[in-house]
């Protein structure tokens, strides 16, 4: 799934902010609930004090799709995710299309062309690790209607799987966080940015 380097690098500098890929997907009349969704997501005190602690700058890049709803959701979650922290983690948006066949071609996804994919990359646009499409929360989720009950039982993604009071959105959140912190902690532990930084 991981696209080239250079693939990568040029494809970054090309993306849009969160508001210029929804103006972009409005202007098409392809725009999901984009907006939406950033309305209803939060950070927790911790995840803002975690993200708000990060000390490398890490670029994110997000092949997406205006119209897709997971995309949506997690974009809206990592544009959360960067506002905790606009000095270090700089996201960005490619939608899938033609213009940007080049990484559509090469960020597949179990042989299609899925959306979101997400990569995280080095201060200085060296990929980092990768991310997609959907979160686990989302395919424990689907897994818990679309199987047969005896199969998701012993998956344990039955009926009942979650509490009452499971909430689907701030999962998605937690897992966005996570990826980021992941990706953080790679970058703060790796010897070669330790060796440049003299930390």
Excluded at 114 to 122: C, D, E, N, Q, S
């Amino acid at each position: 799934m991981f696209a080239p380097a250079d693939v990568l690098r040029s494809s970054f500098e090309k993306g849009l902010s969160f508001e210029g890929l929804c103006a972009a997907g409005e202007a098409a009349g392809q725009l999901g609930p984009w907006r939406e969704r950033h309305g209803q997501l939060a950070l927790d005190d911790t995840q803002r004090a975690t993200l708000g602690g990060f000390t490398r700058e890490m670029n994110v890049l997000c092949l997406t799709g205006p119209w897709c709803g997971d995309c949506a959701l997690q974009g809206a979650a990592m544009q959360r995710a960067a506002e905790a922290n606009p000095a270090r983690i700089r996201l960005r948006f490619l939608p899938r299309s033609e213009e940007h066949a080049e990484l559509v071609v090469k960020s597949q996804v179990n042989g299609g062309f899925r959306v979101p994919v997400t990569y995280l990359l080095a201060e200085d646009l060296e990929p980092v690790i990768a991310m997609g499409d959907r979160t686990l929360s989302r395919y424990r989720g689907m897994a818990s209607k679309a199987l047969p009950a005896a199969e998701a039982a012993a998956l344990g993604v039955g009926p009942g799987f979650r509490d009452a009071d499971f909430d689907p959105l701030a999962a998605v959140v937690r897992e966005v966080v996570d990826f980021f912190e992941r990706g953080h902690l790679l970058l703060r532990l790796s010897g070669r940015l330790r060796q440049k930084h003299g930390d």
